[in-house]
């Protein structure tokens, strides 16, 4: 079988201060129609840049300088913009890493869906809304029929991934370029996406691209895998190859398990008092209850692991906490006093101690600043530094976060990578000098190498400044290697909570049993394995949404 796509000595720049500075240095791959290449690295290893590559496209300030990608005998490197545009969307798809981003809040999701057929004269409107619908069932998408009348708002992360999915899948493109689709999804959640791909490639003999720094992940998903350090190619082998037998000292690095867990702290002394605690909260959207009486409390010096699937109401709580959302019923108090429910009744010191750091860094970052003026905001509004000493503290809150001010200072968050968008919103929080931060999937965006490294600074921040954390997140290494105590949610109730360590052991709550056998190992088989175990034989068969 002929390669379907080739990329030839790939040389890429990105331009600085009218400087154009290397970023991908000489790669090369193949596919073949209905072949899977996992492409992995840390954050900042080109990974992205060469899958937009594929689909003959750069972002703004970047130009491919020196090489050939070519889809089906043709070079997208030199073809015309009229060529690229018949392509891409009809023969050539896209899935974002932000599916909140990507899709437009103004219209209906069928609407998008269908736009792409229509205008590449696929099919007509009503045959696309009728492909469409057979498309979300396919994907395993509550209420088929209906769910792509609603907005992108009204579904869940987890669903409007899937849909994301569907409306690439739209024109039955030859090659999909996957750009770390399941990053902000929780584990069960995750495997229902993941399923739903591998079904959709497998049914319609798609090639695609599945860029991710999961290892697991990419374990269920790639029939091939390359390796990438800093625009550099490390080494690409077959997966289980690759598993088994890695040759570069890189790549055995990134296999190794992660290694940092915190010790166990002492019991909290008999009679202190929280620095949260959250009592007996019942919360709305509308007229509809998604909180029912949950109660926790968050120590001095204390991380509270929160875990539970998308919409169990793990960050409507957090909304609770920082008086976005006030709670219909019950009260939240720090150090003991209780805070005015609505955060506008709060005063200026209140709102400094608890901050939040959100789990959309795509869209939590104002575009049309500066990463210095992002920081720097409140640097001046809590702290009340200008001029030189604003500066100053900008400087030493990207040192903080591993990155360097005179690279970073200047730069948009489009220029930026989804690891340091997410790293520059922990800096945003950090400017406050809170004693309380929110820490919503942190880590979700990060390469483990990385994400690492961003768990040892909160572990440091926290033993130096007795900061508290309340940590959301879908990551259970994460939850052990931080946690002190952990809260279990779902369907917007507490089923269990305890500490890190009697969570972790038998018998469990069987909602946090179905959690800890859904975290992705680091086998080929195991996906298509648990599917089997819980009654799924086929990818395509069951309702994986009800596993």
Request: proline residues 5%.
């Amino acid at each position: 079988m002929s390669d379907l796509l080739t990329v030839k000595d790939l040389w890429i720049e990105g331009r600085s201060d009218e400087t154009w500075n290397p970023i991908i240095n000489g790669c090369s791959l193949t596919l073949k129609k209905g072949e899977v290449l996992g492409m992995i690295g840390e954050s900042g290893a080109g990974k992205s840049t060469i899958g937009l590559a594929c689909m003959g496209y750069t972002r703004d300030g970047v130009r491919i300088s020196k090489g050939s990608v070519v889809f089906d005998g043709i070079d997208l490197v030199t073809a015309s913009a009229a060529v690229k545009r018949n392509l891409l969307g009809k023969r050539i798809a896209y899935v974002a890493q932000s599916a909140a981003a990507s899709f437009n809040p103004a219209h209906k999701i069928i609407d998008q869906h269908t736009e792409a057929p229509v205008q590449h004269g696929v099919s007509g409107r009503g045959e696309s809304v009728e492909d469409g619908v057979e498309l979300y069932r396919k994907l395993r998408l509550p209420n088929p029929e209906e769910i792509g009348f609603r907005y992108p708002h009204q579904v869940s992360g987890g669903q409007l991934q899937r849909a994301m999915t569907a409306m690439a899948m739209s024109c039955r493109p030859d090659l999909i370029i996957f750009d770390e689709p399941t990053t902000a999804l929780d584990v069960t959640t995750q495997i229902e996406v993941l399923a739903s791909i591998r079904q959709i490639v497998e049914e319609y003999d798609t090639a695609a691209i599945y860029i991710t720094h999961d290892l697991a992940v990419v374990a269920q998903m790639a029939d091939r895998i390359k390796v990438l350090l800093k625009g550099d190619e490390v080494e690409e082998a077959d997966t289980r190859t690759m598993l088994s037998d890695p040759q570069e000292e890189y790549t055995k690095s990134l296999w190794a398990v992660r290694a940092f867990q915190r010790p166990t702290k002492p019991p909290v002394p008999q009679g202190s008092v929280p620095v949260v605690s959250v009592r007996n909260i019942t919360a709305a959207y509308g007229t509809t209850d998604v909180l029912h009486e949950v109660s926790f409390d968050i120590h001095a010096g204390r991380t509270v692991a929160v875990v539970g699937e998308s919409g169990s109401g793990k960050s409507t709580v957090a909304r609770c906490i920082t008086g976005l959302l006030p709670p219909r019923m019950g009260e939240i108090a720090f150090d003991g006093e209780v805070l005015p429910a609505n955060y506008k009744k709060r005063s200026k010191e209140q709102l400094r101690q608890a901050q939040m750091i959100y789990q959309m860094a795509d869209t939590a970052l104002n575009p049309r600043r500066t990463i210095g003026q992002i920081i720097g905001r409140p640097v001046q509004f809590y702290m009340g530094l200008t001029g030189a000493k604003k500066r100053e503290r900008v400087n030493d809150l990207l040192n903080q976060i591993e990155l360097e001010p005179s690279q970073y200072f200047n730069r948009l968050p489009s220029e930026l990578s989804g690891g340091q968008k997410q790293r520059i919103g922990i800096a945003r929080a950090l400017a406050a000098e809170p004693k309380f931060i929110i820490c919503d999937e942190v880590t979700s965006a990060l390469d483990q190498l990385v994400a690492e490294g961003i768990l040892r600074l909160l572990a440091d921040l926290q033993d130096t400044l007795g900061l508290s954390y309340m940590f959301i997140t879908h990551d259970l290494a994460t939850v052990k290697s931080i946690a002190d105590e952990v809260v279990v949610m779902k369907d917007g109730k507490v089923v269990e909570q305890g500490p890190k360590t009697s969570m972790f052991t038998p018998p469990h709550h069987a909602y946090t049993d179905l959690l800890l056998s859904s975290v992705p190992e680091m086998d080929p088989d195991w996906l298509s394995d648990l599917l089997k175990e819980r009654g799924v034989d086929n990818i395509g068969d069951a309702a994986i949404n009800n596993m």
